[in-house]
Structures are given as C-alpha cells and as structure tokens.
C-alpha cells in the first residue's frame, strides 16, 4: 500500500484533529455557561482543569510525534511527554503505564510514536515496555484484558503493505513509521489475547 506525502499529511492531520476535537468542543460548551465575573463551582473548575491538562498533553504529544525537528528536552521530559499523554487515553479506573528503557531525546519521535502505537490496541488498562538498543526497538504491550483485536488485524495487514479495513486515520502512527523508516527497515508484530509484541529493526 503506497501513500502519496500529500495522502500521509492528511491522515495525520484527520488523526490529531480527531484526538483533540471532541475536548474542544466540551472546553467551548463549558465556557458557555460560566457568567462573565461569576464565580466557578468547584465541579466546573475541576473539568475545566482536566480539559486543559488533556488538550495540553496530547498538543504537546502531537508536536513531537509528527512535528518538523521536534524533540523532548532531555529523558526525563521525554518519559513526562509520553506518560503525560497515555493519562489521556487510558480508560477512567483503567491507566496505562510506561517503562521505557535506553530512550534518549534523539530518539523523541520515534519512541512517541511507538507509544502511540501500543496505545491504540488497548481497550481498557495496561503497561507498555518499550526497550531500545543498538539491533532493534521493542514495544511490547501487555493486559489483563482483551486487546482491540480489529486495531491489531489492521497493523498486521498495513505491515503486509495491505490496506487495513478500518479508517486509515486510525492508524496514522504506523503509517507515519513506516514513512520515515527506511524502506529495508523490517517491522514484525506478534499478538495473543492480552499481549502484543512489535520489532522493529
């Protein structure tokens, strides 16, 4: 499956607008029905608050992941980014957590990628490791639940260079990894019920 730059432009952009739209639109409503000058109930302020943390962490993901010579600062704002942004995805009661080994800054995009990547095929909670070294870059994710099987079927045909049967926006974060790689670069998915395992390199 080929993507023109303009097609890949456009299902990134599809992609992250879709992630910050629907926050949007409840920031607008929100902001609706507070009085000019009246004070803030405390119920308000608190989704106000979450809203904001939500829009700023997945604006700031975003830039780095498919930004033009974007990188986090340093290691630790790297994880921060990273661990910032799957808060935003993980299901209420349901978090996903991150161990990243051998991350650097250089490496920004790529790993936010890979995160976004594991992110996607979780329903409900779960823990993501991602290990770098010098032969490959492994992301395995791991659940006490089921996994989105479709999100999975669709990664194992786009890295089969088939068109997956869901939206291609969906998906934006492989199809942009497969972009940017090398074309020799091999990209090898492994799946059961609650854990999935993708090499690259």
Aim: hydrophobic share 40%; charged share 20%.
């Amino acid at each position: 499956m080929h993507l023109s730059t303009t097609e890949l432009a456009e299902i990134v952009s599809t992609r992250t607008c879709h992630d910050l739209i629907g926050n949007i639109g409840t920031l607008k409503n929100v902001l609706e029905f507070v009085e000019p000058n009246a004070a803030v109930d405390e119920d308000t302020k608190n989704l106000l608050e979450n809203v904001s943390f939500l829009l700023n962490a997945r604006q700031k993901f975003f830039r780095v992941a498919f930004g033009l010579t974007t990188q986090a600062q340093n290691t630790e704002e790297l994880l921060k980014l990273c661990t910032d942004y799957l808060s935003t995805v993980g299901t209420r009661g349901y978090s996903i957590t991150l161990d990243l080994q051998g991350g650097t800054p250089q490496l920004s995009k790529l790993i936010c990628l890979c995160v976004m990547i594991a992110a996607d095929v979780f329903i409900r909670g779960g823990s993501v490791k991602i290990n770098i070294n010098k032969n490959n870059i492994t992301i395995n994710a791991l659940t006490d639940f089921k996994f989105n099987e479709n999100e999975i079927a669709d990664y194992q045909k786009i890295l089969q260079n088939e068109k997956p049967a869901g939206n291609l926006s969906q998906y934006a974060q492989l199809l942009y990894l497969r972009q940017i790689l090398d074309a020799d670069v091999p990209i090898k998915l492994t799946a059961t019920g609650n854990e999935m395992t993708m090499v690259i390199g």
